[in-house]
């Protein structure tokens, strides 16, 4: 036998000779493997998981005898008896090098496990958390070496983990003592180190702590609030949950809340104190949820717009509404969480907050430029972050642009007037017969259409109680194909449109999509004011989409993807017909869902991301819509529906457009009209 072995790790292909006797651990250490341990190769956490493989390997060029590792020892049958290890496993921190050798690293025993998204396209997310827990040996006082216990620690861990610089408070200063001592000097440490290196101690206990570690991925929107709970150890998300912004009341939009804290003294503390209070409120109710402690969520990433990105630091917003749209600081944020004052956290959980990218282009996008990755695309894509204040992402590898526009709460159910955020009950899909004008509808809680046998009976517990995002999306472009809705947006009466659902109401006119009166239900209907709304807010995101298309000289972009809380929800044609996006075949038109929660769950659970998207938004180039004439030129020509100028050709091949016009005057619709047909 030569004085040294070839060792071979799969599934990586990374290969190196060691000397006999070597630890598989510290093989895998020393050639980069990812093989994990928390408990430093003590045999106790059993991560360090292997499977030697024996016998020819020709693809290696090696022959792998029965004894090319150490013999089965003490501490591998004492944890087998205890925990049980599978058929061939062995404990890589126990096992040694005795001969050439393959060994095959299981998924579970790799750090950066692999964990599937599944939206409109998978994608991975590689673990490398900022908090993990590692188990150290701790050497004990001595009267010879006059050290602190805190001292010493940090020496064990320099030691045995290689982690210098380590930080910790007061608080867990005045912990550590009883700590060490009834862990009889072994303890496990919860380490952050964020991506500037520098390691904080969060939390510490005797022993070897077995539990897991938590995080919480949040969008922070103006409307909604989003939040995920994530195991820190898989990434997997343990429960998600939402809630309506308390903001609200101080005002629907974004520039509302900045008028009120311009106007009232103090406005903006109170925003800042109710949105905290919602935080910690959701954190301990999706903890709750999920079965976890509270105490064991030691991390929180945040996204959010300019806006809530202030008025969650404590920040006066004031700057923000009016030109040149300062913000505070446009970097990310790495900062305890009880500078937030979320105290449904562990005492010493660490926050993250991506950057902004610009005055009205924020956090939240740049969440979205990590989930999308629009950077590493070959063809022209264009992003669209569907919400109260909607964000744009158009490029591709070469160029990246962004902007924001103003689209109001409409799209998620607000200024409408039955809208209503998606809950049980909401109209969510909606069909309109072009012969008929009759509509069936489906509610969220329930697969059946309205005209379906079991409906009532499928929505007798929630009921039909108003129309949420989607809903208002689809009804409105019903409208428009069953000959309801001219290009304008006004509304036939009952004789112009040939169905008595088509009902006055003062100068105008709305669509009765559900009556429940009968029944003590409410009436639902779709009014000229609702119309009004969409329109404004459509408006806004095409022109925002276009602006940055003139920027890149561009007249088409090859895919679109739709993002936002409601982003899945939305039907790619509807939205066509709405006018809400530039034309493009519809099987070029996906989801991402909630994009900028999945962006806060990446940088939640790979710290690396942090810095590749802290690099990524300096060269992103912000266009900014409220100084640029263009965007009104763009915004006023989006007004019709779908546009008064565009042609929309994809659109046109599956779709007929009922030639109709309201407007005793002609106006735009028709003019519109006639350009789209020649």
Not at 164 to 176: I, Q, V, Y
Not at 214 to 240: E, K, R
Not at 650 to 678: A, H
Request: net charge negative; charged share 20%.
């Amino acid at each position: 036998m030569t004085e040294d072995a070839l060792v071979i790790f799969t599934p990586s292909g990374k290969r190196g000779r060691f000397a006999l006797g070597t630890p598989v651990l510290t093989a895998a250490r020393q050639l980069g493997v990812d093989l994990d341990s928390v408990c430093g190769g003590r045999g106790i956490c059993s991560k360090c998981q292997i499977t030697p493989g024996y016998g020819e390997f020709p693809k290696h060029g090696v022959t792998v005898s029965e004894g090319a590792l150490s013999e089965w020892n003490a501490v591998e049958d004492r944890y087998n008896r205890i925990r049980g290890l599978a058929s061939g496993r062995r404990l890589g921190c126990q096992a040694k090098v005795m001969g050439d050798v393959v060994i095959d690293v299981p998924p579970e025993s790799q750090v950066h496990r692999q964990v599937i998204r599944k939206s409109a396209t998978v994608r991975d997310i590689t673990m490398d958390p900022a908090t993990r827990t590692y188990y150290v040996e701790v050497a004990e006082p001595d009267m010879h070496e006059p050290s602190g216990d805190f001292q010493r620690l940090s020496d064990a861990l320099k030691e045995q983990w290689q982690i210098e610089g380590l930080e910790a408070d007061l608080h867990l200063l005045s912990r550590l003592q009883p700590v060490l001592r009834k862990g009889e000097w072994k303890v496990t440490v919860a380490i952050h180190r964020d991506h500037h290196g520098q390691a904080k101690l969060i939390d510490i206990w005797p022993g070897f702590f077995e539990g897991h570690l938590y995080g919480l991925a949040i969008d922070l929107g103006s409307t909604t609030i989003a939040a995920h709970l994530c195991d820190l150890t898989d990434g997997a998300v343990l429960a998600s949950s939402g809630l309506m912004n308390p903001q609200i009341r101080f005002g629907e939009d974004l520039m509302s809340r900045v008028s009120y804290a311009m106007m009232n003294p103090g406005g903006d503390r109170e925003m800042t104190q109710a949105v905290r209070q919602a935080l910690n409120g959701l954190a301990q109710s999706i903890a709750t949820e999920a079965n976890v402690d509270p105490a064991h969520i030691v991390e929180a990433v945040f996204v959010c717009n300019p806006v809530m990105h202030h008025l969650l630091l404590g920040i006066d917003p004031v700057e923000l509404g009016q030109a040149p749209f300062a913000l505070a600081t446009s970097e990310s944020l790495s900062i305890p969480a009880s500078a937030l004052e979320l105290t449904a956290l562990n005492d010493k959980a660490q926050v993250y907050v991506l950057p902004c990218i610009a005055g009205h282009v924020g956090a939240d996008c740049a969440a979205v430029a990590l989930s999308e990755e629009p950077n590493k695309s070959k063809d022209m894509v264009l992003i669209v972050d569907v919400g109260t204040n909607a964000e744009i992402l158009c490029g591709n590898a070469a160029r990246v642009l962004a902007c924001s526009s103003p689209t109001g709460p409409a799209f998620e159910g607000a200024q409408i007037s039955a809208g209503q955020r998606a809950a049980p009950g909401a109209i969510e899909r909606v069909e309109i017969d072009p012969v008929t004008k009759e509509p069936r509808f489906r509610v969220i809680g329930s697969d059946l259409w309205s005209d379906d046998p079991g409906f009532a009976a499928a929505t007798a517990t929630t009921g039909i109680t108003g129309i949420c995002g989607s809903g208002i999306i689809e009804v409105v472009a019903e409208m428009r194909l069953a000959g309801l809705l001219d290009p304008s947006g006004l509304i036939g009466s009952a004789d112009q449109t040939g169905t008595a659902r088509s009902v006055p109401t003062g100068r105008t006119h709305a669509y009765v999509l559900h009556d429940g009166t009968a029944d003590g239900g409410p009436l639902i209907t779709v009014t000229q004011g609702d119309i009004r709304a969409i329109q404004l807010a459509k408006s806004a995101l095409y022109a925002g989409a276009r602006l940055l298309m003139d920027e890149l000289n561009i007249d088409k972009v090859d895919r679109v993807t739709l993002a936002g809380a409601f982003g899945a929800h939305i039907s790619p044609k509807h939205a066509m017909v709405l006018g809400m996006i530039p034309d493009v075949p519809l099987d070029k038109v996906t989801s991402a869902g909630n994009a900028a929660g999945t962006g806060a769950r990446i940088a939640l659970c790979n710290v690396g991301s942090r810095a590749a998207i802290e690099a990524e938004v300096k060269r992103i180039h912000k266009v900014e819509t409220a100084i640029e004439p263009r965007f009104q030129e763009h915004f006023v020509a989006a007004n019709a529906i779908p546009h008064a100028t565009a042609p929309f050709p994809e659109l046109m091949k599956i779709v007929t457009l009922p030639d109709v016009s309201f407007n005793t005057g002609g106006g735009d619709g028709d003019g519109g009209r006639r350009r789209r047909r020649g």
